[in-house]
T-cell receptor
Framework: AQSVTQPDIHITVSEGASLELRCNYS??????LFWYVQSPGQGLQLLLK??????LVQGIKGFEAEFKRSQSSFNLRKPSVHWSDAAEYFC???????????FGTGTRLKVLA | IAGITQAPTSQILAAGRRMTLRCTQD?????MYWYRQDLGLGLRLIHY???????GKGEVPDGYSVSRANTDDFPLTLASAVPSQTSVYFC????????????FGPGTRLTVL
């Protein structure tokens, strides 16, 4: 069955530290991969997406993610976290020929001043 | 301003009552979705619509119904609300299959007592 796993429910980092949020998916073919961010009380906003080409993709707010087919992973990274990055982050997978997504359960990021 | 609007913003509802959550988009997107977001469970798809006139069941459709009479509107109805339907509900839309970004509304916080 298709699935998306975000193994870290909560992550706490200090402001200025680097960040990596993990995402693994289960699917037989190459999926379309997304990271969304949700600030408190808000809807979700797209950070970045991958569907072909360069496996390292750049997004908004200084985020990047790398698609690793061999590991079925699409981890999100940021070299230096800002306090405003505190939010919940969702990895999602879309599949060719369908409009549907599968979302991970989310990782809540806390940033220490 | 282009985007998705949802109404109401929040609602407290007695169990057994009927409730319709409204969703309207002005981006002329083909696909629309309803998700519920619960702590620790991420976003789960309730129903979706690939185009006006068609709808489909998602992961957790029981107790909910939808209609898609036109491109812009995608209401979600709870025929007889139960406390387990207490959640935050998000409407979303997308233009392309699989690889398309989903645009999210601000959400409706529903409490069923």
């Amino acid at each position: 069955a298709q699935s998306v796993t975000q193994p870290d429910i909560h992550i706490t980092v200090s402001e200025g530290a680097s960040l990596e949020l993990r995402c693994n998916y289960s699917y037989g073919a190459t999926p379309y991969l997304f990271w969304y961010v949700q600030s408190p009380g808000q809807g979700l906003q797209l950070l970045l997406k991958y569907f072909s080409g360069d496996t390292l993709v750049q997004g908004i707010k200084g985020f990047e993610a790398e698609f690793k087919r061999s590991q079925s992973s699409f981890n999100l990274r940021k070299p230096s976290v800002h306090w405003s990055d505190a939010a919940e982050y969702f990895c999602a997978v879309g599949y060719s020929g369908t409009y549907k997504y599968i979302f991970g359960t989310g990782t809540r990021l806390k940033v220490l001043a | 301003i282009a985007g998705i609007t949802q109404a109401p913003t929040s609602q407290i509802l007695a169990a057994g009552r009927r409730m319709t959550l409204r969703c309207t988009q002005d981006m002329r997107h083909n696909a629309m979705y309803w998700y519920r977001q619960d702590l620790g469970l991420g976003l789960r798809l309730i129903h979706y619509s690939n185009t006006a006139g068609t709808t489909g069941k998602g992961e957790v459709p029981d107790g909910y119904s939808v209609s898609r009479a036109n491109t812009d509107d995608f209401p979600l109805t709870l025929a007889s609300a139960v406390p387990s339907q207490t959640s935050v509900y998000f409407c979303a839309s997308s233009a392309e299959r699989g690889w398309g970004e989903q645009f999210f509304g601000p959400g409706t916080r529903l409490t069923v007592l």
